[in-house]
């Protein structure tokens, strides 16, 4: 009797709680004037920068209650993307005028709705990372283990590996920097010679370094050979004797690919700029080689019966060769001269 007041009983204190809870939100809600999203003052607001977003109920005094990672809670991000909260800004602009993030949040709560619309203004904080690395090559896939047929004694032989394939070279860029002194602002445009595209930047020299990777791929893993299936163990039914089979052969394992070439860097310095020059540095390594796929194991023959011959196992795969690593680009040319200012 106790058992069965003690359940409806836990279910009404659940609900009340819940309906107390709810109520206390819509009037938290209801007093709420506005919303309003935030990033640290400290955070690095720049190309390819990753910067977190809070948002905050508003009230009439001042309060905020932050309600970041809410239901209802939406970005939308001109600029960059959004994921989780987190804005990654746009490090490919093809164009200047990219300088600020732009984002419009909403919350959305039962019969409410607010809406903060902002622009975040670059502060140049954090190094301009450039980042045109080769890309790796993709890995083999392993073949098939193997097993022993239905009707046949001998065990499978294991599939052969697929071959890694090889890593992309670095970019080769031409870099040009000119300084604008009425404003301070570095203009650096980049012509992407392997992809024929061009993007621009703009910056302050504010002791943060201009970093350019441009390294080889790794090159793709072999794939591993798949395993030779077991033979069956010999059998004796009363209108036949079966012999045992024999092991499958091992798959053999595949080479991997080659890691990419670093790319080159050439960089035509303004005379207006010519100070930026100690602040660059390069990245164009050549890409890891790939590493060498594992031979399939031999499968076992099948235990005979007694009397009956022992069959042979198989015979473990070969292994696959490790790839060639890729060679490092050519030393960065860096030359300070006068060129027409057409960006």
Same mark, same amino acid.
């Given at each position: 009797?106790?058992?069965?007041?003690?359940?409806?009983?836990?279910?009404?204190?659940?609900?009340?709680?819940?309906?107390?809870?709810?109520?206390?939100?819509?009037?938290?809600?209801?007093?709420?004037?506005?919303?309003?999203?935030?990033?640290?003052?400290?955070?690095?607001?720049?190309?390819?920068?990753?910067?977190?977003?809070?948002?905050?109920?508003?009230?009439?005094?001042?309060?905020?209650?932050?309600?970041?990672?809410?239901?209802?809670?939406?970005?939308?991000?001109?600029?960059?993307?959004?994921?989780?909260?987190?804005?990654?800004?746009?490090?490919?602009?093809?164009?200047?005028?990219?300088?600020?993030?732009?984002?419009?949040?909403?919350?959305?709560?039962?019969?409410?709705?607010?809406?903060?619309?902002?622009?975040?203004?670059?502060?140049?904080?954090?190094?301009?990372?450039?980042?045109?690395?080769?890309?790796?090559?993709?890995?083999?896939?392993?073949?098939?283990?193997?097993?022993?047929?239905?009707?046949?004694? *001998?065990?499978?032989? @294991? #599939? &052969? $590996?697929?071959? !890694?394939? /090889? +890593?992309?070279? %670095?970019? =080769?860029?031409?870099?040009?920097?000119?300084?604008?002194?009425?404003?301070?602002?570095?203009?650096?445009?980049?012509?992407?010679?392997?992809?024929?595209?061009?993007?621009?930047?703009?910056?302050?020299?504010?002791?943060?370094?201009?970093?350019?990777?441009? *390294?080889?791929?790794? @090159? #793709? &893993? $072999?794939?591993? !050979?798949? /395993? +030779?299936?077991? %033979?069956? =163990?010999?059998?004796?039914?009363?209108?036949?004797?079966?012999?045992?089979?024999?092991?499958?052969?091992?798959?053999?394992?595949?080479?991997?690919?080659?890691?990419?070439?670093?790319?080159?860097?050439?960089?035509?310095?303004?005379?207006?700029?010519?100070?930026?020059?100690?602040?660059?540095?390069?990245?164009?390594? !050549?890409?890891?080689?790939?590493?060498?796929?594992?031979?399939?194991?031999?499968?076992?023959?099948?235990?005979?019966?007694?009397?009956?011959?022992?069959?042979?196992?198989?015979?473990?795969?070969?292994?696959?060769?490790?790839?060639?690593?890729?060679?490092?680009?050519?030393?960065?040319?860096?030359?300070?001269?006068?060129?027409?200012?057409?960006?």
């Amino acid at each position: 009797m106790i058992q069965s007041i003690r359940k409806p009983t836990a279910f009404i204190l659940i609900s009340v709680i819940f309906l107390l809870s709810s109520c206390l939100s819509s009037k938290h809600l209801k007093k709420a004037k506005s919303i309003q999203t935030e990033v640290n003052e400290g955070a690095a607001i720049n190309y390819g920068q990753r910067i977190k977003l809070s948002t905050y109920l508003v009230f009439p005094s001042g309060k905020k209650t932050e309600i970041s990672g809410k239901r209802g809670l939406t970005h939308q991000v001109k600029g960059g993307k959004v994921k989780g909260g987190w804005v990654t800004i746009e490090k490919y602009p093809e164009d200047f005028s990219l300088d600020s993030v732009y984002i419009k949040t909403t919350f959305e709560k039962r019969n409410w709705s607010f809406t903060d619309s902002n622009a975040i203004a670059f502060n140049y904080k954090g190094d301009l990372t450039l980042d045109f690395n080769g890309a790796s090559g993709k890995d083999g896939e392993s073949g098939n283990n193997r097993g022993t047929p239905l009707l046949l004694r *001998n065990g499978k032989d @294991g #599939g &052969d $590996g697929e071959p !890694g394939l /090889d +890593g992309e070279n %670095g970019h =080769d860029l031409y870099v040009h920097i000119y300084k604008e002194n009425s404003s301070g602002f570095y203009y650096i445009r980049v012509t992407d010679l392997t992809t024929s595209k061009m993007y621009y930047y703009k910056n302050k020299d504010l002791g943060y370094a201009i970093r350019f990777n441009l *390294n080889g791929g790794k @090159g #793709g &893993d $072999g794939g591993d !050979g798949g /395993d +030779g299936g077991d %033979g069956k =163990d010999g059998k004796k039914t009363d209108s036949k004797i079966k012999e045992p089979g024999e092991g499958g052969i091992g798959g053999d394992g595949s080479n991997g690919g080659n890691g990419g070439n670093g790319g080159s860097l050439y960089v035509f310095i303004h005379p207006s700029a010519k100070e930026i020059k100690n602040s660059i540095s390069v990245s164009n390594m !050549g890409g890891a080689a790939g590493k060498a796929g594992e031979a399939g194991k031999a499968g076992e023959a099948g235990t005979p019966l007694e009397g009956q011959n022992t069959k042979s196992d198989g015979v473990s795969g070969s292994p696959g060769q490790v790839g060639v690593a890729g060679q490092a680009g050519p030393p960065v040319q860096m030359v300070v001269e006068d060129f027409d200012i057409d960006f």
